[in-house]
């Protein structure tokens, strides 16, 4: 039996802030891109890359039909990477991206809470699901989740799938890994450098459904979003390989596809042991007064 992940203790839930980047200043975090501005294009890829037989990686971009809907919740972009012998990572991380979807717009509350009790909601359920059989036991996923609406962006995660922006020819980790490897970093124990090629790097400190409870990781306030802002959510099994700069130099020299491909082909050049996923959001100025408010969500998946 394959297991992707070892995870160690979980503490019970609570909310954990971190801390966006770049800096926003004070006058920034109380404006938005006005609505009529602005649309969002979309990419997703996701390959069972060069050594897995299956994918254990799930991935979503949802724009709600109902325009009330829309203006309140905005759209969301979700990305998980699932852990677990025979099919139960498939289970666990395809659990979390259909939960976490439906909870964030149909709970009543404002989409900073809704988007926290999704990945809470999601945890319970997977965590439940993985006590009915026995192939099931242990399952767990990553998840992060993003959301862009009123011009602003909000996010929260659990694992170590990653978030970053893309901003002014720079590339900003919008997300903290939730694993033992990066705690000894932020902690000055080990270097950034040298977290990357250490032997337990994939061991996470949190995930979805391993236990009954799970603290999420989301921002203290929603980030206000500018002109040609790109955010990439991705897997392990694209930024274990292929560096920060890498993504961000990619990312603004290629149109959305081609950039996506290219990352895609990148991992898998370098050995691709692991699945690999990506979306890549894109802030763009609208075409046109037209009622749509994104552009429709084009989905390629690569195969070997």
């Known amino acids: 039996m394959f297991w992707k992940r070892r995870k160690s203790n979980q503490q019970n839930h609570r909310s954990e802030y971190t801390s966006p980047h770049p800096a926003t200043s004070s006058a920034e975090e109380t404006q938005s891109l006005p609505l009529l501005d602005y649309e969002v294009a979309v990419t997703l890829i996701t390959d069972v890359g060069c050594l897995r037989d299956n994918n254990e990686d799930s991935s979503a971009f949802i724009t709600p039909g109902d325009p009330a809907t829309l203006s309140e919740k905005g759209v969301l972009a979700i990305v998980a990477d699932g ?25 009543p509350g404002e989409a900073e809470e809704s988007i926290e009790q999704a990945l809470l909601k999601a945890n319970r359920l997977i965590y439940q699901t993985a006590q009915t059989k026995d192939s099931l036991a242990g399952m767990g996923t990553t998840c992060t989740a993003l959301a862009i609406h009123q011009g602003r962006a909000i996010s929260a995660h659990v694992g170590d799938s990653r978030l970053y922006l893309v901003r002014g020819g720079g590339i900003y980790l919008m997300s903290e890994d939730h694993s033992t490897v990066m705690e000894m970093v932020r902690q000055g124990i080990i270097s950034y450098e040298d977290g990357l090629q250490h032997p337990d790097k994939n061991v996470l400190t949190r995930s979805l459904g391993t236990r009954p409870e799970v603290m999420v990781s989301k921002w203290e ?16 099994g694209l930024y274990d390989l292929v560096s920060n700069d890498e993504i961000r130099q990619v990312v603004t020299t290629e149109s959305a596809h081609a950039a996506c491909q290219k990352l895609v082909e990148l991992a898998k050049e370098r050995g691709g042991p692991d699945n690999i996923t990506i979306g890549l959001l894109q802030v763009k100025a609208r075409e046109t007064q037209a009622a749509r408010t994104v552009k429709d969500t084009r989905e390629l998946e690569v195969v070997r």
């Open 83 to 107: 852990m677990g012998g025979h099919s139960a990572g498939e289970v666990a991380s395809r659990l979390a991206v259909d939960m976490v979807g439906r909870v964030y717009y149909d709970h």
């Open 221 to 236: 306030r929603p980030f206000p979003l500018r002109m040609g802002d790109q955010f990439v959510l991705c897997s392990d």
